[in-house]
């Protein structure tokens, strides 16, 4: 995706994640902020020239959809925006700025199959964990951003 439909999306669910309460809304909120700290880390990738900005989005790790004269075409491409930290893995030199980010997106997912998938109830410990993480995350890429 382009930079500017990453900062779009970014906002977006943020804005959707501030409306929801983490308790009752726990899976809405989580993914809220796995979507917005992912847009992030894709924005930051192609704002440090690792992995391009274009008209394309991924649909599974390896399959994009670029968009053509005749509308979204699936494309095979070895890389492109992440659909999660790390799936697919990023190629090249990662600064320790979008490093730090990636980092804390992983300890977010830690939470994802226990918390969205398994049976463990959120707590306000999880919650806040969460949120604190998502946080440095999105601070993390304004630091970054500013600077391009």
């Known amino acids: 995706m382009l930079v500017s439909s990453h900062l779009d999306k970014i906002h977006r669910l943020i804005n959707l994640r501030s409306r929801l309460d983490p308790v009752d809304d726990f899976e809405l909120w989580f993914w809220c902020s796995m979507r917005a700290g992912t847009n992030a880390i894709n924005a930051a990738l192609?704002?440090?020239g690792i992995?391009?900005?274009?008209?394309?989005?991924?649909?599974?790790?390896?399959?994009?959809y670029e968009l053509t004269d005749m509308?979204?075409?699936?494309?095979?491409?070895?890389?492109?925006?992440?659909?999660?930290?790390?799936?697919?893995?990023?190629?090249?030199?990662?600064?320790?700025?979008?490093?730090?980010?990636?980092?804390?997106?992983?300890?977010?997912?830690?939470?994802?199959?226990?918390?969205?998938?398994?049976?463990?109830?959120?707590?306000?410990?999880?919650?806040?964990h969460c949120d604190e993480l998502f946080f440095q995350c999105i601070d993390q890429f304004k630091q970054l951003s500013s600077g391009h």
């Open 46 to 48: 192609h704002l440090t």
């Open 51 to 64: 992995t391009p900005a274009e008209n394309a989005y991924p649909s599974q790790p390896g399959v994009f």
């Open 71 to 128: 509308g979204y075409v699936p494309q095979l491409k070895q890389f492109g925006d992440a659909l999660h930290v790390g799936r697919p893995p990023v190629l090249g030199n990662i600064p320790d700025d979008v490093k730090t980010m990636m980092e804390l997106m992983e300890q977010i997912e830690t939470y994802r199959d226990p918390c969205v998938r398994g049976d463990l109830r959120p707590n306000e410990k999880i919650i806040k």
